[in-house]
């Protein structure tokens, strides 16, 4: 418990994601912790943090359980109330900065429901899945620049796409979302040497809700051979708040039944189970448009580590990977607007009775999810959120 007033918040004790922020009367970026309405100055109250959460990522886990474990006493332990209570700052007087510096960003496609929704709808003669869709977890590097918070505005990117009169270099007119989940890595690991499913906690810091802006026209006539490129790169949204995998232990679940054998290195039967019960909302200009289960993704992020690190690749402090589009079985679950609107064939309907198949000029998407607590309850994640302006004129 703590000697805070914020019982009904869904940001207690058992949640503590971490931000980095600076305010009016302090511009000097540090790392914060949220806790109801209020974020509390890490780096003022424990010593770790100056400069933001890279700092608190490149120190590893024991001084990521020493803090947490702090943070913990400091808010719950009465005496503490006196010191701790100057730094506290009301979330409205914060400035959220983008959390960490976004080193290497890879995307994976880790959703077995997205996969199969996009063969359907790309590939309608094939089978669903690729043949290798059930072997490893496919993904691509990102770019890390275009990495922005919440709140960000994005442009309507421009380029080239393939209409029935030709080719045409013009802006998007398939403007899409994809609802993420966003991995956070700590600690590096040397070149030539894989990190194996069993040491993934040592690496991942924790996660933050992701939205993979797509332009799928761009991306449709872009991606053979090489796969996602300009259709991807222009913006990627992540949300202001890292939870660690610390306040996600009520979360874990088993992942869904494996019906392809796996190999040794992402064989994860035997251990400990690392999908996570996370409810995801979509919200359109604040209608909710889906509610996307995590729990339903078939690799798991020890699984996505493992194999992007298999042939020796390095991981650096700040390394982003995401999950993939996170759709579940049912219409409403689906983690695109390309699968809501089905390819943009059946338009899905807003509270305001307007309808959208594709993102307008204006339309605003807020991303938010929740996971159980332990003891009950939920804690939440944060909100990941962004504003479509209309294309600028090329130049
Ligand atoms: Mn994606």
Redesign the pocket.
């Given at each position: 418990m703590t000697w805070l007033d914020i019982k009904d918040s869904q940001f207690g004790l058992e949640a503590l994601p971490y931000a980095t922020f600076r305010t009016a009367a302090d511009p000097a970026p540090r790392l914060g912790a949220r806790i109801g309405d209020l974020v509390l100055d890490v780096a003022a109250v424990t010593g770790v943090g100056e400069g933001g959460l890279d700092a608190l990522l490149a120190a590893g886990p024991a001084v990521w359980k020493d803090v947490r474990a702090q943070l913990t006493r400091l808010l719950s332990d009465p005496a503490s109330e006196a010191d701790v209570r100057p730094h506290l700052v009301p979330i409205e007087e914060a400035e959220l900065l983008l959390p960490f510096t976004v080193a290497d960003y890879v995307?994976f496609?880790a959703s077995e429901h997205h996969a199969s929704n996009v063969g359907k709808m790309f590939r309608p003669d094939s089978e669903p899945l690729t043949p290798n869709w059930k072997h490893l977890p496919i993904g691509y590097h990102g770019r890390s620049g275009t990495v922005v918070v919440s709140g960000t505005e994005v442009v309507r990117p421009t380029g080239l796409r393939k209409t029935p009169d030709g080719i045409v270099d013009g802006p998007s007119i398939r403007l899409d979302i994809?609802a993420?989940m966003g991995f956070v890595v700590g600690v590096g690991s040397d070149r030539g040497t894989p990190v194996p499913l069993t040491e993934a906690a040592d690496h991942i810091f924790g996660i933050t809700l992701l939205n993979?802006w797509?332009a799928r026209d761009i991306q449709a006539w872009e991606y053979v051979p090489l796969g996602p490129f300009l259709g991807?790169s222009f913006a990627t949204s992540i949300s202001p708040w890292v939870l660690p995998l610390a306040a996600l232990e009520a979360a874990r679940v088993s992942p869904p039944e494996r019906d392809v054998p796996l190999t040794g290195y992402l064989d994860d039967s035997a251990l400990e189970p690392w999908a996570l019960d996370l409810a995801l909302e979509v919200r359109l200009n604040g209608s909710l448009v889906s509610e996307p289960p995590y729990a339903t993704m078939y690799w798991t992020a020890p699984q996505m580590l493992a194999h992007m690190t298999a042939n020796g690749a390095s991981l650096r402090v700040g390394d982003l990977f995401?999950s993939?589009?996170i759709s579940g079985p049912d219409p409403g679950q689906r983690g695109s607007f390309l699968e809501l609107s089905w390819s943009g064939a059946e338009p899905f309907k807003l509270d305001d009775g307007s309808t959208r198949t594709f993102l307008e000029d204006g339309d605003e998407v807020t991303i938010t999810a929740t996971a159980p607590a332990p003891g009950g309850g939920r804690i939440a994640l944060g909100e990941v959120s962004g504003r479509i302006l209309p294309a600028k004129e090329r130049r």
């Open positions: 995307d496609y994809e993420e993979d797509s991807k995401a993939g589009t």
